[in-house]
């Protein structure tokens, strides 16, 4: 959460980091500010702002001249959202600014002992403290990247700290712990950001940086150390993508573009993996001890559907056990593991805190771990002993949808892999099926247009209940949490079966339930049917979501082409999608940037 983008070069600073902010600025939103070193041992400028980056931008002095300067967009977890509150923190001195993504755990211990020593803090937030320490430090030592090592020695939590001070211009130092930070290298200029989307217009050139490591960066040269203050060659990357893929090209959200964007994605998912006779190549996993007797998968939100719906197919393909856990839970019990689990995390993002700490905890367990990850280079997948990227392209609306159906797709494809001379899998049926997806999913968004008219309808529903079965519930569950999400609508999943078992009380006349039902070869059909039956008969409007075969006389029905039933949530969640979209836009509320959310919780 929070956005972070340093600058240092020959070009004016402000331009490049609040170009940089505006693409960053979904990872927080509730302000934003800048500091700018104008002159040479001098205060530094700085503007912060409570509210959107907008707000920012209105008080910014245009023709700034400084060439180093950093930038925040934040998410409040320290202080509320105010303009004090905002990043750049100054020290006494004005001359030297930090910003912050994470949590400084230790803080509370840190500001008594600044406050003894006679600093004033004029903020509510954990941040603060970091400011004056690093002036302490500075001042002794007279070198910013030693005085931030000094400083990070200190610090309890997760953070990514940059940090500049006028009386060396042309600097910004950076510093990360559980938390992304990544450099981009361009020609004369270098940049310090949260995401590659920051400087993907500059520079495709990336490095990486480790766990605590520290980075020194002038507009030719980056110098890294760790913690003990030893020299650390990061590792060099391009970026696969341009800048046109992190722009809204035309759509009103990005979210609608990243929705038809899925049969692209999911298509890029499949590339060279997997050919029409069923022979799977996953070069990434032959390194990976698969001799295990058990499969877990970790993950959270919208992942961790992408787990739930991935199971099914997983187990009955490599017919070996599947359990799939929060990974917020995880991490704090003391599960049953061996050297013979084998983990999957998933994680768009590839740095939610929750499922990074799950990943340890499941390491230090004994267990082979994989992630399925979308962001190249960023924490988990490092940390994993393989890495299965799902390649849907950045994804910048808050609410995950191309990176959920590829993240099942990734699943697909691994669940086939160990189901590799498995009996009963027909591994060639199921790759027709999984090659023609990309198709299918176009042909529903050639067709969404009546549903999207349709959902304005609802707009004044006060809760909205989604019903599954087999895989159509963690679908259901999907179309609950995107619902909520976006619409900020009273919205639950319900597995079919369980309605009786409470869930049919909440049905009053006109409650809008979304049903889906797989094939009318499949007998869960005829249960879905059944239970649509039920509602309706105590006053439930329903929506049905349908395959094609499926025999059914209701006034809306969302039909969905014919696939394998394992299959079926990659169809059945795009209707549910543009559902949530376009509730969303009839309540006109933020689309991309919902209220309290942020893209990438790196915090717990
Ligand atoms: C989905 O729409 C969410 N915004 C959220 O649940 C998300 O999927 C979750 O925070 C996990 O993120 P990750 O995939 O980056 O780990």
Request: charged share 25%; aromatic share 6%; glycine share 8%.
């Amino acid at each position: 959460m929070c956005g972070i983008v340093g600058y240092t070069g020959p070009n004016p600073a402000l331009s490049r980091i609040i170009e940089g902010l505006r693409r960053l600025e979904y990872r927080g939103y509730d302000s934003a500010g800048v500091a700018l070193i104008e002159k040479p041992a001098s205060p530094l400028q700085v503007v912060k702002r409570a509210g959107k980056l907008a707000n920012l931008e209105s008080e910014l002095v245009k023709n700034s001249e400084a060439n180093t300067g950093i930038g925040h967009t934040r998410w409040a977890t320290h202080g509320g959202p105010t303009d004090e509150n905002a990043h750049p923190h100054i020290d006494g001195s004005g001359k030297l600014a930090v910003i912050h993504n994470g949590i400084i755990e230790n803080y509370l211990e840190l500001k008594r002992e600044l406050e003894r020593r006679g600093h004033k803090f004029t903020s509510e937030t954990d941040t603060e403290s970091v400011a004056f320490l690093l002036a302490e430090e500075f001042k002794v030592v007279n070198d910013l990247a030693e005085a931030m090592r000094l400083v990070c020695k200190r610090l309890k939590g997760s953070f990514t700290l940059l940090a500049i001070h006028s009386d060396v211009p042309g600097l910004v130092v950076g510093a990360r712990r559980n938390s992304p930070l990544v450099v981009g290298v361009g020609t004369g200029e270098n940049f310090l950001a949260s995401d590659v989307s920051a400087f993907i217009s500059h520079t495709k050139s990336a490095l990486e940086l480790g766990q605590d490591e520290i980075v020194s960066v002038t507009s030719s040269e980056v110098k890294v150390m760790n913690l003990a203050g030893e020299s650390v060659s990061p590792k060099a990357y391009e970026i696969t993508w341009d800048a046109k893929a992190a722009e809204r090209g035309g759509y009103s959200h990005f979210m609608l573009k990243e929705i038809f964007e899925q049969p692209k994605a999911i298509a890029d998912t499949l590339i060279g993996r997997i050919t029409e006779s069923g022979l799977i190549t996953l070069p990434e996993i032959e390194k990976l001890n698969l001799d295990f007797d058990r499969i877990l998968i970790l993950a959270c939100g919208t992942a961790y559907h992408a787990g739930l719906i991935g199971k099914y197919a997983l187990e009955e393909w490599s017919k070996t056990p599947v359990d799939v856990e929060l990974a917020s839970e995880f991490r704090y019990r003391n599960p049953v593991l061996s050297k013979k689990t084998l983990v999957i995390t998933i994680s768009q993002s590839g740095e939610t805190m929750d499922t990074l700490m799950a990943l340890r905890h499941a390491k230090s367990l004994g267990a082979s771990t994989i992630s399925i990850c979308n962001t190249i280079g960023s924490t988990i997948p490092r940390e994993s002993d393989a890495v299965l990227y799902t390649h849907a392209g950045p994804e910048i609306a808050v609410a995950s949808t191309k990176a959920l159906l590829t993240q099942i797709v990734a699943i697909y494809l691994l669940a086939m892999n160990f189901g590799k001379e498995k009996a009963g899998v027909d591994l060639k049926k199921i790759a027709t099926e999984l090659l023609s997806l990309p198709n299918k999913v176009e042909e529903i968004l050639e067709t969404v247009e009546p549903l999207r008219e349709m959902t304005r309808g609802y707009k004044d529903a006060t809760s909205v209940l989604f019903l599954g079965r087999q895989v159509g519930y963690p679908a259901a569950l999907e179309g609950a949490l995107k619902l909520k999400e976006l619409a900020y609508m009273h919205a639950e999943g319900f597995a079919g079966g369980e309605l009786k078992h409470g869930p049919i009380a909440l049905i009053e006349n006109g409650t809008p339930v979304i049903a889906i039902i797989p094939s009318e070869e499949s007998e869960i059909a005829a249960k879905m049917k059944s239970n649509i039956q039920e509602v309706i008969a105590r006053g439930a409007k329903v929506i049905a979501i349908a395959d094609s075969s499926v025999k059914i006389d209701l006034p809306t029905i969302i039909r969905i082409p014919t696939t394998l039933d394992l299959l079926q949530p990659i169809l059945a969640i795009v209707p549910l999608q543009v559902f949530a979209y376009e509730m969303a836009v009839a309540r006109g509320n933020d689309v991309d940037q919902p209220r309290n959310l942020a893209k990438s919780v790196t915090v717990e």
